[in-house]
């Protein structure tokens, strides 16, 4: 039978319903290499405490290593008989270290435990996936550097509204990409990786000592609490980086859905490489892009991960509940789609190729340049208000009867407005002089956040 952390105020064992139902090694698992390094950083401080001696120091530090090393190279196994994976690696170091190993847990709750676990987690897997948003960044980057020379259909409300470039359009989830970034590598920063909580009140070890600048985890070194009670409660750093994530969600499935109608014979403006699409089990036709939909779908699930851990936080009273359990699964849950869409998404973005004749037959809707068309009449003298409804006429005009702006005379544009020649028109109605007449980026690629974050 597994042995607990606890049991000597007990008469009874455990009912196996309670068991099953309380059991969380199959998911903290996850945690095992942190555990690891926080028992490692423990029994330094043990031995300065003159808690361990050199010998029982050496020992359970022998035992930690060897079952770091396991974990490192893919060979450690869970009993999941056990509690959890903190009473696990316990009994891993008892067996190794012998009656050293009763000595571990010295001066150290699983509350403390498990927060310092989950920390370090969250840190390792935030810069994990900062580091996946910035090769996102940067296939967007070169997709748009490839194909600078692009202009296509701008909308507001999925409706044409005004010419852009291709690399301002991916320009603009690079920006939001770049946010991510910035907003991932925030949440990591604002983690202080403590130990010394005990279960909420302290220990009687000085607080000097859990200030270990040789164990870090990214850039974070251990430290002493400032306050016990907050370190073993505290889940403010778990809803702070899911909130990023789904905030990162939300910017791929926005991305992922203008892909998805790009691909569409309505638009026909792209076409994904057959690797990363699939087909129909009925119609041989079919090329699906369901990577996008799923990118698209799954952002549900990582909103929903937020929630739930927002909804399971807000009733709590100080200081460790048990329901603070529940704050794993989410956050595992959240981290793995995004690294798995990050990526996936990187590959899909460098076999991407656009089908400009397509693209083109769109630009020719002369509904396109009619704010062009306004600003031409701006620029020479009218007032924006006049200028848009004498533009809205000759849309109007156009479509009623069916002409094109660009046939029209100089006799039947000038009923419209002086100002308005056939030379003029020619002009504006074209889409590289459409985006080349805007301030903003015109034919410049967009950078990648890499070069724009300063790290600390």
Not at 24 to 29: A, N, R, V, W
Not at 69 to 85: L, S, V
């Amino acid at each position: 039978m597994a042995k607990k952390l606890w049991g000597g105020r007990f008469s009874k064992g455990t009912h196996k319903l309670v068991e099953e139902f309380t059991n969380s090694i199959h998911f903290d698992q996850k945690l095992a290499k942190y555990d690891v390094i926080g028992s490692l950083a423990h029994i330094d401080v043990l031995k300065k405490a003159r808690l361990l001696n050199s010998s029982e120091h050496s020992k359970i530090k022998s035992a930690l290593n060897s079952i770091l090393k396991t974990i490192e190279n893919g060979t450690f196994k869970i009993d999941p008989a056990f509690e959890d994976i903190h009473s696990y690696i316990q009994q891993l170091v008892e067996t190794k270290a012998g009656k050293a190993g009763l000595k571990l847990h010295t001066c150290r709750s699983r509350n403390d435990q498990v927060a310092f676990d989950v920390k370090a987690y969250t840190i390792d897997n935030l810069f994990i996936t900062q580091k996946l948003v910035d090769d996102l960044t940067i296939a967007l980057s070169k997709l748009a550097s490839k194909n600078k020379n692009i202009v296509l259909p701008g909308f507001t409300h999925l409706q044409h509204a005004i010419p852009v470039g291709l690399a301002q359009y991916l320009g603009a989830y690079v920006e939001m990409l770049n946010r991510d970034h910035v907003r991932l590598y925030n949440a990591a920063k604002n983690i202080r990786l403590t130990l010394g909580a005990g279960a909420l009140a302290g220990t009687f070890i000085p607080s000097a000592n859990y200030n270990l600048k040789k164990y870090k985890v990214q850039l974070h070194s251990i430290e002493s609490t400032k306050n016990s009670l907050d370190a073993v409660s505290d889940r403010d750093f778990v809803i702070e980086s899911l909130n990023a994530l789904a905030t990162t969600a939300m910017h791929i499935s926005r991305l992922a859905e203008d892909m998805i109608l790009w691909t569409s014979k309505e638009f026909d403006f792209i076409d994904i490489d057959d690797a990363f699409c699939t087909g129909s089990s009925l119609m041989p036709q079919k090329k699906n892009p369901d990577v996008l939909e799923l990118v698209r779908g799954y952002t549900g699930r990582i909103y929903g991960n937020l929630v739930n851990v927002l909804t399971m936080m807000k009733g709590l009273p100080l200081a460790y509940n048990r329901d603070m359990q529940l704050d794993k699964e989410p956050l595992f849950d959240s981290f793995e789609i995004i690294q798995k869409e990050l990526a996936v998404l990187t590959e899909l973005f460098k076999n991407v190729s656009f089908k400009k004749a397509n693209i083109d037959a769109q630009l020719a809707d002369e509904s396109l340049y009619a704010t062009d068309l306004s600003d031409h009449l701006v620029q020479n003298g009218v007032a924006f208000k006049d200028a848009h409804k004498i533009i809205g006429h000759l849309i109007q005009h156009k479509l009623k009867n069916n002409v094109e702006i660009k046939s029209m005379s100089d006799t039947e544009l000038k009923k419209f407005h002086p100002k308005l020649t056939a030379k003029a028109v020619k002009l504006i109605i074209d889409p590289k002089h459409s985006v080349q007449s805007k301030n903003l980026l015109k034919n410049k690629v967009c950078e990648h956040a890499r070069f724009q974050i300063q790290k600390e």
